[in-house]
Nanobody, 123 residues
């Protein structure tokens, strides 16, 4: 059974930083794309960043480019999202997703999802 478990969310002041973690289990994810998406209250899920585990190729949404960094952990099937220079508009539930094949920039195209972790940025 595939499981994605996110952790690391919390409350932070504007300009602060957080690191989110996603631990995937239940199969071999070496051929997968792992992504972070977020959903703010009353809004649709928004693509944030993705990484192809096979070769480390990385993709970012324009809204987070230069502030967020996605990376692979030393442990297999672990992905991080480093959030820097946080803004109140970054407040959302952040979800980790996984999919096979090419990079997906549309959240609905991901096959597996975690339960999400809340990030709240105060002004």
């Amino acid at each position: 059974q595939v499981q994605l478990i996110e952790s690391g969310g919390g409350l932070v002041q504007a300009g602060g930083s957080l690191r989110l973690s996603c631990a995937a289990s239940g199969r071999t994810f070496s051929s997968y794309i792992m992504a972070w998406v977020r959903q703010a209250p009353g809004k649709e899920r928004e693509f944030v960043a993705a990484i192809r585990l096979s070769d480390g190729s990385i993709y970012y949404a324009d809204s987070v480019k230069g502030r967020f960094t996605i990376s692979r952990g030393n442990a297999k099937n672990t992905v991080y999202l480093h959030l820097n220079s946080l803004k109140p508009e970054d407040t959302a539930v952040y979800y980790c997703g996984a999919a096979q094949g090419p990079v997906r920039l549309t959240p609905s195209e991901y096959e597996y999802w975690g339960q999400g972790t809340q990030v709240t940025v105060s002004s």
